[in-house]
């Protein structure tokens, strides 16, 4: 289950898209309001999906992503073209997320209603489903989860992933496969009942 909605999220992430991005942002940069709309609209999921990873709170990783996009319009000029426009574009989110923990340095798990807050793009889970995931989810370690939900939501590739959340590509890449290891026996044991 977890697979399928891995490679439904990942559709559509290929040099198009990382094109289409890199156009945005150009845009963005000389002061299209509209290329901003269709940022949001192309990113926003993925957006919040890293805000609420850091910050557990639906509320707060909604303001965060309208900073995000906020921050993104101010730091535009400033985007260049070289690597991954959404790890940019995460990263940007990151730091805000970071910044925001500093000041309050307060975490909480997920709550029913904020797991139901992650917008619904893509195929739609049932409550039992939703339920499920949740509960595997949460039996990862913080960073495994974060790097899961990063490849999962976002379709960004392992090296990405290592540099937005600043660490070594090996580390990103065992965490990762521990993760799927964990998760599999988690769902295959929830399976069996």
């Not at 090296?159 to 599999?184: C, D, F, G, N, W």
Request: proline fraction near 4%; charged fraction near 30%; glycine fraction near 4%.
């Amino acid at each position: 289950m977890l697979m399928l909605l891995m490679a439904q999220t990942t559709e559509g992430t290929g040099k198009e898209d990382r094109e289409a991005l890199d156009r945005l942002l150009i845009e963005i940069a000389a002061g299209s309001q509209e290329a901003l709309a269709e940022l949001y609209h192309r990113t926003r999921t993925a957006v919040y999906g890293i805000t609420l990873s850091y910050v557990k709170n639906a509320h707060d990783a909604q303001d965060l992503t309208q900073d995000a996009f906020v921050r993104i319009w101010e730091k535009a000029p400033q985007y260049r073209p070289q690597g991954s426009p959404m790890a940019w574009i995460l990263a940007v989110a990151r730091n805000l997320a970071l910044m925001a923990l500093r000041q309050r340095e307060r975490q909480a798990d997920l709550s029913e209603e904020e797991w139901d807050a992650i917008p619904a793009e893509g195929p739609a889970l049932s409550p039992e489903e939703r339920e499920l995931l949740q509960t595997a989810l949460a039996a990862l370690e913080e960073q495994e989860r974060r790097i899961v939900v990063l490849h999962a939501v976002t379709g960004l590739k392992h090296r990405e992933i290592a540099q937005l959340l600043e660490l070594p590509l090996a580390t990103v890449l065992s965490k990762y496969h521990r993760a799927l290891k964990k998760l599999k026996v988690r769902l295959e044991g929830d399976d069996a009942r």
